[in-house]
């Protein structure tokens, strides 16, 4: 009898782990994300090491730092994934002050390009600020939707604690300055409000409101934002009549996606890489897939991130309560939102707002990142499975 108490016991452990019934995390959910990491780190090299060995003399610097974040972000991942999500809500004064001093640290760090996004940590690297109030916006609103679910159509739940947040983290962004991310933040906040519950009416009021204040800031600074805004449109519409200026990267990564054709010129083949094409390891990786590819690859880069959100949905939907249901939503929206906003870019579908491909870009605190907020979906996975054993 004990002998057979052991084995049990022992199984129960092993299908904990690893099977999707037996307590485990969403294996197809896990699968996407192996997928989506190892292309990535394939893609990578592929369009970094020409690059890699002009500026460094080492065909391996780009992809060597990945893989180092890829293995470590993978534990965290696994590691998230047996951690009760639940532990979060704790720590949330904590990282709220947190994110708003590195929000102002950030902003007396060297600039880049004339932006002060990265905060650089000797003999680590550099890490963007702006990755962690993404995340705490999502753990605070789910937080509050929780908290105020039955109240989320009276404004002074629904509305003004949701905005407060979003205004106080967009108001340092502004000064980075950091568009793309304001974007996110904007997206992941009204996504997640909608989902839990907040009056629609207040939407159209906002975006009365936001618009309102466009028309307002237009007519009070007409001739700068004349100056600045209107020669981005045109390059953004007509990238081949300003080659030597905004419109050259786009206008490159428009000739790597149509010299790709149906099915690219093979791996490692791209001549786009060839300095050419400026950020290939980074912002305009997708290009590099699609000439590496072809369309297949691009349309194959668009599936796994599709994939992603609606298995990510799934498991929302199966959480075992809000907080964590809510969880899911934001992260699977912040993920979607911004390879939706970088492959638009690289396609010039949209004006180029420099935001990177999850993933796929360089960037190893970034992915590892992702990878840790992954982890907690899976956790959230994990928990929903185990009711449902219990149910059985």
Known sequence: VLASKTKTKKRFKIRQIFNEKGNGFDLPFLGIVIILLRFGLVMLYSASYVKAIYKFDDSLHYIRKQVLYAILGFGVMIFASRVDYHIYRRFIPALMALTYVLLLVVLTMKDYNGCHRWITIPGVGTFQPSEIAKFVEILVFSHLIERNYDRMKDPRYGIAPFMLVIVSFVSLLYFEPHLSCIVIICFIGATMMF?????????????????GAVMIAFLLFRDQIGRYIYPRIESWRHPELDLQ?????SYQALL????????GLGIG?????HLHLPEMQNDFIYPIICEELGFIGGMLVIILFLALLFRGFQIAKKAKDKFGAMMVIGIITQISIQAFLNIA???NTIPNTGISLPFFSDGGTALLMVLGELGIVLSVSRQANMNE????
């Not at 839990?196 to 936001?210: H, Q």
């Not at 200026?245 to 990267?249: A, E, L, R, V």
């Not at 790597?256 to 099915?263: D, K, Q, T, V, Y």
């Open 195 to 211: 989902v839990g519950g907040s009056d629609i009416k207040w939407f159209g009021v906002g975006f009365l409101a936001l618009l």
């Open 245 to 249: 200026g905004d419109g050259y990267q």
């Open 256 to 263: 790597a996606i149509g010299s790709g054709g149906l099915f």
């Open 269 to 273: 083949n791209s001549r786009q890489k």
């Open 345 to 347: 870019v690289a396609t």
């Open 389 to 392: 054993d219990d149910g059985e």
